[in-house]
């Protein structure tokens, strides 16, 4: 090889970054907005993990109504039972039903009266579950009538009351986890902002230089934007993976223990630990929406240093 | 090309450091500012490179009032001028090279563009086995090779230049005192600060503007 051809050997994009990447304080800062978008992650995707779940008790919720049948002095509670069931199922409304046994009853208080019980003895009501086939509020009416008419003890409950107790429950929690995406979103803006404040004061000397050798400020803000794009780029993608790698945790965990009564209880209280696509989808969004909020902080906060400076 | 009128500098409430410096720097000359030391070269130097504002008095560079420059036409004033500092101002994290073409990479141009005009000046100014180097590993005389190039590589029309040889052996100075030369007869107005009575004797007859005290004095042996 000639000594020319050598020296063309000298890097095609010779510009290495002008900012100098491997600093204590951009390792830190990493370090900080890795740690904070995990945080943000985590309420994203705890939201939709939270929407989800609100969203499935409300569907089950929803698809029932239940009535039950209360033992009175001289009431035949069977027959009663029987005749809920008989007006029920012949509704327009009813897909199925199903009238809750004593000894389905008895089970379902084991867990607060203990087993073995003879509850014969208290006055226990009996309830019949039926499952919806559309909440058309008209047929519903009619059924709530005719109940009344052929059980006037039987305490008919659509669920209405509580669905709107758990639509409000999901959308504070939904809020919530919102609130606290954007708190988190703020503290990494701030964040970033002091971070370029810095970075800037640090590389007074080559932000001079590069002013006398004709640099516009214009250059010189795209250039710390490069830097704080890729610094963020580097933390939240560690943090944004350390969320994902988590919730898949979460999952197996949840996949693994949900056999056990500690997990069928889990599920029964809040539901599956499964993360939709939408909720990593959502995760992604916040890694991508966080790296472009830490890029133009950086530029905003470099332009305005590089205004004042002059 | 490059005016002072009346023009004076002091810091805070102190006396001032430049007094009434009246001269002017024309298209395709050639000058030593001169004095002793701390008479105030580096910071006339400043003064004309604009990075110090005069307390009084008016500047006049490129047939622009300095005073009225905004950043974008003071950034492409700054494009024409080179200026070689005193204490190189290289930047430590780049290579020998991307020090070098850094004027270039700021006005935009490609890479591949000026790579080959790059390594030619460097091998030129002999750090052609230099160029990977990053300057903490650089020798004096290197570094300020290194920052002779960087100034010229964007051919400016007005090269200020602040003890440009006072790091390197007599040999290397005369040799970029010729490359100084050679870029005036390009075109090229040329203010070299030195104390360095040598340098300026060894070419003959020429402009010096002396300062001391404040004052700043204009000797044009070739009028004499």
């Known amino acids: 090889m000639s000594e020319d051809e050598e020296d063309l050997s000298v890097p095609n994009t010779p510009v290495a970054a002008l900012i100098p990447h491997d600093t204590v304080s951009g390792r830190a800062l990493m370090a900080v907005i890795a740690i904070l978008t995990f945080l943000a992650c985590l309420c994203a995707g705890g939201g939709v993990l939270l929407a989800a779940s609100s969203s499935a008790w409300r569907s089950e919720v929803s698809r029932e109504i239940t009535i039950q049948v209360r033992p009175h002095a001289g009431a035949d509670v069977d027959a009663e039972v029987k005749r809920v069931v008989m007006i029920a199922s012949t509704s327009p409304a009813i897909v199925s039903v199903n009238a809750m046994t004593l000894a389905d009853t008895e089970k379902s208080l084991a867990p607060w009266l203990g087993s073995g019980l003879d509850l014969s003895q208290l006055p226990i009501p009996r309830l019949v579950v039926a499952r919806l086939a559309n909440r058309d509020p008209a047929l519903l009416a009619t059924l709530r009538a005719d109940i009344a008419k052929a059980a006037p003890d039987a305490v008919f409950d659509d669920h209405m009351e509580w669905l709107s107790h758990l639509t409000a429950v999901g959308r504070y929690m939904t809020l919530f986890a919102a609130l606290l995406f954007l708190l988190v979103a703020a503290a990494i803006a701030i964040a970033i902002g002091f971070a370029t404040r810095g970075a800037m004061a640090g590389a007074r000397e080559i932000v001079e230089v590069l002013h006398f050798v004709g640099a516009s400020d214009r250059f010189i803000t795209r250039h710390f934007q490069r830097y704080f794009f890729r610094l963020s780029a580097e933390g939240t993608g560690v943090g944004g993976a350390a969320a994902i790698l988590l919730f898949l945790i979460g999952e197996l965990a949840a996949a693994h223990g949900a056999q056990g009564p500690e997990g069928v209880a889990m599920t029964v209280l809040v539901g599956s630990f499964r993360l939709p696509l939408i909720g990593y989808g959502a995760i992604l969004a916040v890694c991508v929406l966080l790296v472009a909020m830490a890029g133009l902080f950086a530029r905003i906060v470099a332009a305005a240093h590089l205004r004042a400076l002059s | ?224």
């Open chain 2, 1 to 224: 090309m490059l005016r002072f009128e009346n023009v004076g500098l002091r810091y805070g409430l102190g006396s001032e450091i430049i007094r009434d410096a009246s001269f002017n720097i024309a298209p395709q000359s050639f000058q030593f500012l001169t004095g002793p030391s701390g008479a105030g070269k580096t910071t006339l130097l400043r003064l004309m490179l604009l990075s110090l504002k005069p307390t009084r008095g008016r500047i006049t560079i490129f047939d622009k009032d300095a005073a009225t420059l905004d950043a974008e036409k003071l950034t492409g004033v700054r494009r024409r001028i080179g200026v070689v500092f005193q204490d190189f101002r290289l930047l430590d994290h780049l290579s020998t090279y991307d020090n070098v073409a850094l004027p270039l990479l700021v006005q935009g141009r490609a890479p591949s563009a000026y790579r080959a005009e790059v390594v030619e000046l460097l091998k030129w100014v002999g750090l052609g086995d230099r160029i990977h180097a990053l300057p903490a590993v650089l020798s004096g005389g290197e570094k300020q090779r290194a920052a002779i190039a960087r100034a010229l590589i964007a051919r400016p029309e007005l090269l200020l230049a602040d003890e440009p040889t006072g790091n390197v052996d007599p040999e290397m100075a005369w040799r970029l005192l010729r490359l100084f030369v050679e870029l005036h007869k390009s075109g090229t107005s040329v203010v070299i600060a030195t104390h360095d009575l040598g340098l300026m004797e060894a070419l003959g007859p020429v402009r010096k503007l002396v300062i001391a005290d404040g004052n700043v004095q204009v000797i044009d042996e070739n009028e004499t």
